[in-house]
């Protein structure tokens, strides 16, 4: 009961109601369809203050039959089990809210774009990759979210040296998987050793914001070039003959320090090179926002220098797949369930993520 009081103090509950009524006031203009996307940004607006408040009134809801079952239970009219089923519901309600409410930046209920890069050691890294995108997709068709894969380059002999995925159509995308930022390590018995020795592999994972029209991103065309180049892998005779892949090169300025680098997007994705062409600028709009945000990360972290530093770039998880143990190095959080998070189930590892490092409260406001 006090962590549902807690929550509608957090939300806001009864200020949302308010701006609920107002913003559902707005839909009901004679013009409002006049101006399409206009219109579809306000019924977004309302979903989502929508969203809180059904998920509160199911909390609230759920911590009120728990109270009730109690009672009844004292004057034995129901059983302790059915206290507990109760008591589980309620729970469960309140830590997904909770989580919710932990994604609140801009960024979280927008799709995003992954990237992943084996490491050094060849075929066993490489191994490493490929399961590890296989990973994240059951991840994403458990989550109802589409992965469209943009680039990928095949492993020399097993696996994969990379791939570019978009994932895309459920619900905070990149709210839950910028979690996943950072260098993924592997210890097993490699199957491609003869010996049967333990190997270590690492790949790395890149989560960034998948920009779309609303968001405003600012391409400098003076700093930008193209190639084309012929698509390789299946696809018959076309694939050869047409020049459908591009290779987009952006010169990125750092804000900052003035160093110059060179941004390369390579995108397969279609035959048609123009929709490819569309898509990498959409991609180097998202890395460019990506790294804007970023920025504003480190300066945010600087300020609250006292509190536990989040590394992007480092070693974030090792699956000791001998050991059956997963491990996450920054919260600690652990499972033995080796196999079902090989097939997507991260769930564990987000939330701690995300209950460890939530926003401060001025990026809330």
Same mark, same amino acid.
């Given at each position: 009961m006090e962590r549902t009081d807690a929550l509608h103090h957090y939300l806001n509950i009864d200020q949302k109601k308010v701006e609920f009524e107002e913003e559902q006031l707005r839909t009901q203009a004679p013009d409002f369809w006049d101006d399409v996307d206009r219109a579809q940004e306000q019924m977004k607006k309302v979903k989502a203050i929508e969203k809180w408040l059904n998920g509160y009134k199911e909390v609230r809801q759920c911590a009120d039959e728990l109270q009730l079952a109690f009672d009844f239970y004292k004057d034995e009219m129901v059983t302790e089990e059915e206290v507990d089923a109760d008591y589980a519901k309620a729970v469960k309600a309140i830590e997904d809210l909770e989580l919710m409410n932990m994604l609140r930046q801009k960024e979280d209920p927008m799709d995003c774009v992954m990237k992943i890069n084996s490491g050094a050691g060849g075929t066993e890294s490489q191994?490493?990759?490929? =399961?590890?995108? @296989?990973?994240? =997709?059951?991840?994403?068709?458990?989550?109802?979210? *589409?992965?469209?894969? +943009?680039?990928?380059? /095949?492993?020399? /002999?097993?696996?994969? *040296? +990379?791939?570019? =995925?978009?994932?895309?159509?459920?619900?905070?995308?990149?709210?839950?998987?910028?979690?996943?930022?950072?260098?993924? @390590?592997?210890?097993r018995v490699s199957p491609f050793n003869a010996q049967g020795k333990r190997m270590t592999s690492f790949a790395s994972v890149f989560v960034s914001p998948l920009v779309d029209d609303t968001i405003e991103v600012y391409v400098d065309p003076a700093k930008l070039s193209w190639d084309t180049f012929r698509s390789s892998g299946a696809g018959g005779q076309n694939v050869n003959k047409v020049e459908s892949g591009v290779r987009l090169r952006y010169w990125y300025t750092d804000p900052d320090t003035g160093e110059e680098e060179e941004i390369l997007i390579e995108n397969t994705e279609t035959r048609d090179q123009p929709k490819n062409r569309a898509k990498a600028l959409l991609l180097l709009k998202s890395q460019l926002y990506d790294r804007a945000m970023k920025k504003r990360l480190e300066a945010q972290a600087k300020i609250e220098a006292g509190k536990k530093k989040i590394e992007w770039g480092s070693q974030i998880r090792s699956y000791v797949f001998d050991d059956r143990r997963v491990k996450d190095h920054r919260t600690n959080y652990q499972t033995t369930d080796v196999d079902g998070v090989m097939d997507g189930k991260i769930d564990g590892f987000i939330k701690a993520y995300l209950m460890e490092f939530p926003v401060n409260d001025d990026e809330q406001q």
């Amino acid at each position: 009961m006090e962590r549902t009081d807690a929550l509608h103090h957090y939300l806001n509950i009864d200020q949302k109601k308010v701006e609920f009524e107002e913003e559902q006031l707005r839909t009901q203009a004679p013009d409002f369809w006049d101006d399409v996307d206009r219109a579809q940004e306000q019924m977004k607006k309302v979903k989502a203050i929508e969203k809180w408040l059904n998920g509160y009134k199911e909390v609230r809801q759920c911590a009120d039959e728990l109270q009730l079952a109690f009672d009844f239970y004292k004057d034995e009219m129901v059983t302790e089990e059915e206290v507990d089923a109760d008591y589980a519901k309620a729970v469960k309600a309140i830590e997904d809210l909770e989580l919710m409410n932990m994604l609140r930046q801009k960024e979280d209920p927008m799709d995003c774009v992954m990237k992943i890069n084996s490491g050094a050691g060849g075929t066993e890294s490489q191994d490493w990759a490929q =399961m590890l995108m @296989r990973m994240y =997709m059951r991840w994403a068709e458990a989550h109802g979210h *589409k992965v469209t894969i +943009s680039d990928l380059q /095949e492993g020399d /002999e097993a696996g994969i *040296k +990379s791939v570019t =995925m978009e994932i895309e159509g459920g619900e905070y995308a990149y709210g839950f998987l910028k979690s996943e930022n950072g260098v993924h @390590r592997l210890v097993r018995v490699s199957p491609f050793n003869a010996q049967g020795k333990r190997m270590t592999s690492f790949a790395s994972v890149f989560v960034s914001p998948l920009v779309d029209d609303t968001i405003e991103v600012y391409v400098d065309p003076a700093k930008l070039s193209w190639d084309t180049f012929r698509s390789s892998g299946a696809g018959g005779q076309n694939v050869n003959k047409v020049e459908s892949g591009v290779r987009l090169r952006y010169w990125y300025t750092d804000p900052d320090t003035g160093e110059e680098e060179e941004i390369l997007i390579e995108n397969t994705e279609t035959r048609d090179q123009p929709k490819n062409r569309a898509k990498a600028l959409l991609l180097l709009k998202s890395q460019l926002y990506d790294r804007a945000m970023k920025k504003r990360l480190e300066a945010q972290a600087k300020i609250e220098a006292g509190k536990k530093k989040i590394e992007w770039g480092s070693q974030i998880r090792s699956y000791v797949f001998d050991d059956r143990r997963v491990k996450d190095h920054r919260t600690n959080y652990q499972t033995t369930d080796v196999d079902g998070v090989m097939d997507g189930k991260i769930d564990g590892f987000i939330k701690a993520y995300l209950m460890e490092f939530p926003v401060n409260d001025d990026e809330q406001q």
